[in-house]
Structures are given as structure tokens and as C-alpha cells.
């Protein structure tokens, strides 16, 4: 094997070298011609302004006190952005049919049910949230209360705050 290398190698330097090797090499070149605009002076009007001045007289009962605004603070604004409640992650699926199935199959006892649909290495998903909670513990006690069909698909309790700073809070409620 390593004989016909050496030899196929060899000839084929040699047919580089050979001086009936010829190549053609052709290039082209484009110009493309624009067309200059003419440009027109702007019509330009002179506008005379004419002030009235008037008297204002005011009484001390009409004055009022300057108020000032100030903006919120961060803390103020965090604050008001923190939800600090908690959810039931029921089930991810790869696509909306399965997510109004299983919506359809929560129970409605007045539990706001939600969908959010994020990207995931480069996979397509949709998770199904159940539930509006104050603490952790009352989520995981509600995980209990669940029908057996959803216990068995291994839910567990995610902070509304996390969802709503991740990449992708596509939070859609659905009933």
C-alpha cells in the first residue's frame, strides 16, 4: 500500500510539473454607474411671532403649594416587580394541543392555570403551571391534593418571581 502511494504521489508531482499543464484564469471587473440627484434649496419662510404680555394677578388664597415629584426608588421598583408567590410546575410538553389537554384535566377550583413557552437548547417547550401560592409549603400540600394522573408525572413548586426573571417569561393564562 505504501509502494503505491509513493508512486501515485510521483507521478502526480510530475504531472504538475509537466509543461503541458496549462490553466485558464479569466477575471472579470463590473462598474456600475449612478446618476447624481439634483438637489433643490429648501422652501424657507420667515414666521414673526407676536408676544401678548398680560398681568396676572393672584389672590393668597389662589397660591398652592409646589409639589415635587421624585421618581421611585430601586428598592421601590423591585418591589413592586417581586410577586414572591409560588407555582406548580404540572407538566413541559413540546407542543400547544398537549397543553390544552392537560389544562383541560386540572381541576378548577378556582386555581389560575398558566402556560410558558420557552426555547431550551434550541427544543421547543411548553410547561403547564398550576396554582397561585404565598409559600413553598402550601404549593407542596396542593401537589398532594392533585389527581393521581398528574402526582405521577412528578410535579414540583417553582417561584413566580424565578419565571418572570428568566430568559423566557411567556407567562399566558388560560383560564
Known sequence: MKKIAIVGL???LSACVS??????VSSESYREDYKVAQVEQPVTETVTETVVETEVVSTPAQTK??????PPSEKQQNDQMARYGYTIQVVAV????KVDHFA???PNNGQPVWENY???NGTKWYTVLYGDYATQ???KKAISQLPYEFQALK????SIDTIKNSPYPTLNKLN
Open 10 to 12: 510521483s507521478v502526480l
Open 19 to 24: 509543461s503541458q499543464y496549462t490553466t485558464d
Open 65 to 70: 403649594p409646589s409639589v415635587t415629584i421624585i
Open 94 to 97: 413540546g407542543s400547544q394541543t
Open 104 to 106: 383541560r384535566k386540572l
Open 118 to 120: 420557552k426555547v431550551v
Open 137 to 139: 409549603t402550601d404549593a
Open 155 to 158: 410535579p414540583f413548586v417553582k
